[in-house]
């Protein structure tokens, strides 16, 4: 799924959220987190939202009993990872740097954030140097 053109519209990204922080759910207990006391409109919402995304690969489905439970199939770290190469593409004739430089200077990095990315970048080096 990486190199090929993955759309996820808002209303569907939110259901993606809720599959990526429960890791399994019914549409029931998806329509109960995405809309609070929400009837049989909502519910058929959320249903064509999961039919969409199953049909292109980014939920799974399995049914126990008489319920269909879903999982996330796209990660979010996939689907963060298309969405910065497709906007380098887009933007910045495919570099990452550009992107990169103004993600990490849009706000203050908490110390644990620049510890992570001093990490990665001492792992980029590393891997370099190997080569």
Same mark, same amino acid.
């Given at each position: ?42 519910? %058929? ?5 999961? $039919?969409?995304?199953?049909? #292109?690969?980014? /939920?799974? +489905?399995?049914?126990? !009993? =008489? ?38 200077? %849009? ?5 644990? $954030?620049?510890?992570?990315? #001093?990490?990665? /970048?001492? +792992?980029?080096?590393? !891997? =370099?140097?190997?080569?």
């Amino acid at each position: 799924m990486d190199r090929q053109r993955i759309e996820v519209p808002d209303a569907e990204l939110a259901v993606l959220k809720v599959l990526w922080d429960k890791r399994l759910a019914t549409i029931r207990e998806i329509t109960d987190r995405l809309y609070p006391g929400g009837g049989v409109s909502e519910y %058929a919402t959320v249903q064509k939202l999961l $039919e969409r995304l199953e049909q #292109r690969g980014c /939920v799974a +489905r399995r049914r126990e !009993g =008489r319920v269909n439970v879903y999982t996330p199939a796209l990660e979010r770290e996939d689907l963060i990872r298309h969405r910065l190469r497709d906007a380098a593409d887009k933007l910045c004739e495919g570099s990452l740097t550009p992107l990169l430089t103004e993600l990490v200077g %849009a706000r203050d990095l908490t110390p644990e $954030e620049i510890r992570v990315l #001093r990490d990665l /970048v001492g +792992r980029l080096d590393a !891997g =370099r140097a190997r080569e």
